[in-house]
């Protein structure tokens, strides 16, 4: 039996300690820590410290679980706010465990309401080994699906009607991936010859891309010359005009005769350069 005292803290692992008991694995005190946790919920009990499993255990509910660890120091506490104490009883009936709480009468009905359950598939990690024969396939850890699920303790009045929902709790474990071991020449056969032959083609095109590219420039360069040929010669018929005109027009036509003469060197400069 647990008394619960009125208008109290109640710690399970200080109820342990001050019962003297040795005890001290979670998987013993698991299951006896969610039965109480469950019969929690159905009260007015407020919950001031709750623990879960990495993994659910398969004695508890998903949703119901509590995790006690003396080791860690993981434990279940709750506060009795009513002027009256709860008393916890536990029994074994062939090898089930069944507990009960009672205590003075109250005016509402607590239920438990949960939501929002989920579940994630596990992934499959695959690792290669030279010690796997051919055709042989191990497994080092199982997968497990993970699990989300929202817990709601509702509050009830004598007619029936909800008056408040408390959030309590929501509980998630993770997905536990699968671990294969797989021979050592499966992942050389994974490998798709057909993404080399695409790498390889695409080089190719880069490479003909690149040399028509250096093929116009070139070209581009070939004809240039001739381009500025034809604009040198187009200036040394200027240059003719410009030496008839600097006969009538003195030392107007002389400053201009030296600045076409300059770009006409230019033009011809340029030319044997790129030749």
Not at 88 to 111: C, R, W
Request: proline share 5%; charged share 30%.
């Amino acid at each position: 039996m647990i008394d619960i005292p009125a208008n109290a803290r109640f710690s399970f692992l200080e109820f342990l300690d001050s019962n003297g008991s040795s005890v001290s694995s979670p998987d013993d005190l698991g299951p006896v820590a969610s039965l109480l946790y469950e019969l929690i919920l159905h009260t007015d009990l407020a919950i001031a410290e709750r623990n879960i499993s990495t993994d659910l255990p398969s004695y508890a509910t998903l949703g119901l679980e509590a995790r006690v660890n003396p080791v860690t120091g993981q434990d279940l506490v709750f506060m009795n706010a009513r002027d009256s104490a709860y008393t916890v009883t536990f029994s074994l009936h062939d090898n089930t465990l069944k507990a009960q709480i009672s205590g003075m009468a109250s005016p509402y009905e607590y239920k438990v309401r949960m939501t929002g359950k989920k579940e994630y598939p596990p992934r499959v990690v695959k690792q290669f080994s030279a010690f796997i024969p051919q055709g042989v396939l191990a497994t080092t850890q199982e997968g497990k699906k993970g699990r989300l699920i929202t817990v709601y303790r509702d509050k009830y009045s004598s007619e029936g009607d909800v008056i408040d929902e408390e959030r309590i709790s929501e509980d998630f474990y993770a997905p536990t991936n699968r671990v294969e071991i797989w021979p050592l020449n499966a992942a050389e056969t994974d490998a798709t010859p057909s993404d080399d032959v695409s790498v390889q083609d695409q080089e190719d095109e880069d490479g003909s891309s690149e040399s028509d590219s250096e093929g116009s420039t070139e070209g581009i360069r070939e004809d240039s010359p001739e381009i500025e040929g034809d604009d040198a010669a187009a200036a040394d018929e200027e240059k003719g005009a410009m030496d008839e005109q600097q006969s009538t027009d003195g030392n107007k036509n002389e400053a201009a005769d030296k600045k076409d003469s300059s770009d006409v060197k230019t033009a011809t400069k340029k030319k044997k350069e790129e030749k």
